[in-house]
């Protein structure tokens, strides 16, 4: 069966400092990858996806970047957080050619 | 602009008691249609969807959701909720089916005893 790992769980980084955050999936091939962050008391917002190595698609224009070094993980970067980066960032997965997304655990992240 | 809503914000309903949680979207074609739900400090997860076909859907946990074309509408409902079922439940919409979702905002469900 298919899973879907990120870490840290967790993560206080000072403003200014880098970020990675890191999504990887297990018992697929070439699955479309996603990026989402979700803001204090508001819904989830698409930040980038990917349907290969290489191919990275941004939603919206922001503080972070994204990045596909291998069929099965996806990283999430910054090069200098903003306080505003704060939030909860979930990976999420879905089969080639498929509509229904998966979700990771989430990563958790405070910006102070 | 394509838009998915969520009317309610927060709902508390008792146990043993149904509930109903309303989704309505904009646009012109049937897109599909998802429903999750979040734990506190977790991700989300798939409790059912809506692609073609019976317009009455099965999920998870006990859960079914009906869309209504007329209404734009995909409430989903359960009838005897559980101490269990509180949690954030969102609503989602693929519009073109490339795989990108659009989410509602949410709506918080508090159960009470």
Redesign the interface.
């Known amino acids: 069966s298919q899973t879907i790992h990120q870490w840290p769980a967790t993560l206080v980084q000072p403003v200014g400092s880098p970020l990675s955050l890191e999504c990887t999936v297990e018992g697929t091939s070439n699955p479309n990858l996603y990026w989402y962050r979700q803001a204090a008391g508001r819904g989830l917002q698409l930040l980038f996806y990917s349907v290969g190595i290489g191919q990275i698609s941004s939603e919206v224009p922001q503080n972070l970047s994204a990045s596909r070094p291998q069929d099965r993980q996806f990283i999430l970067s910054s090069k200098k957080l903003l306080l505003s980066d704060s939030g909860f960032y979930l990976c999420a997965w879905s089969g080639a050619g498929e509509e229904t997304q998966y979700f990771g655990p989430g990563t958790r992240l405070l910006v102070l | 602009a394509q838009s998915v809503t969520q009317p309610d914000i927060h709902i508390t309903v008792s146990e043993g008691a149904s509930l109903e949680l309303r989704c309505n979207y904009s646009y012109g074609a049937t897109p ?1 249609l ?1 429903w ?1 739900v979040q734990s506190p ?6 409790l059912l ?1 809506y ?1 073609s076909g019976d317009t009455l859907v099965q999920g998870i946990k006990g859960f079914e959701a009906e869309f209504k074309r007329s209404q734009s509408s995909f409430n989903l409902r359960k009838p005897s909720v559980h101490w269990s079922d509180a949690a954030e439940y ?1 609503c ?1 919409v ?1 519009w073109s ?1 490339w ?8 709506t918080q469900v508090v159960v009470t005893p």
Do not use: N, P
Not at chain 2, 41 to 46: P, T
Not at chain 2, 99 to 106: E, I, P, R, T, W
């Open positions: 599909y998802f999750y400090g977790q991700g989300l997860q798939l969807k692609f969102f989602a693929d089916s795989g990108k979702l659009q989410f509602g905002a949410g």
